[in-house]
């Protein structure tokens, strides 16, 4: 039976929503404007813009950035939005740590004998995995 960890991960779904609550806003101004010549300003449309862009980030957000791990003995399969890629844990060679600054540290899985570009990255922080046990883990599946 295979383990499968999924968590939000909020600084994402807020920069989302971020992005569409000013589209829609702006947006919304815009054609107020140009079709009446006024600014509309009040909680109604406030409200109805938040709403629709907290919708709209949310879909977004799951089909582009929302992780999904899901492992068991045998293999694993990550998903990163619509995004899928499995692999068995035999064709594991290395494991390391990778920070690439910005608080963003992930593990590192090698396919080859040498670290080169054949790997696959797992998003530990953004699975809300304590970075140390779950990569000791993940070196006794791959010694198996």
Do not use: C
Request: proline fraction near 2%.
């Amino acid at each position: 039976m295979m383990k499968k960890i999924s968590k939000i991960n909020y600084g994402n779904l807020g920069k989302s929503f971020s992005i569409f609550f000013i589209l829609i806003t702006v947006l919304q101004a815009l054609i107020f404007f140009l079709t009446t010549g006024k600014i509309l300003v009040g909680w109604l449309p406030l409200s109805v813009n938040i709403i629709i862009a907290a919708i709209i980030s949310y879909l977004y957000y799951r089909f582009r950035y929302h992780v999904t791990f899901s492992y068991d003995n045998e293999s694993f399969i990550l998903e990163i939005g619509r995004e899928k890629i499995s692999s068995k844990w035999k064709d594991i060679k290395f494991v390391s740590l990778y920070y690439s600054g910005l608080v963003k540290t992930s593990m590192r899985l090698y396919k080859g004998n040498i670290y080169k570009d054949d790997y696959l990255e797992i998003p530990v922080l953004d699975l809300g995995l304590p970075i140390k046990d779950f990569r000791s883990e993940v070196q006794k599946l791959i010694s198996n």
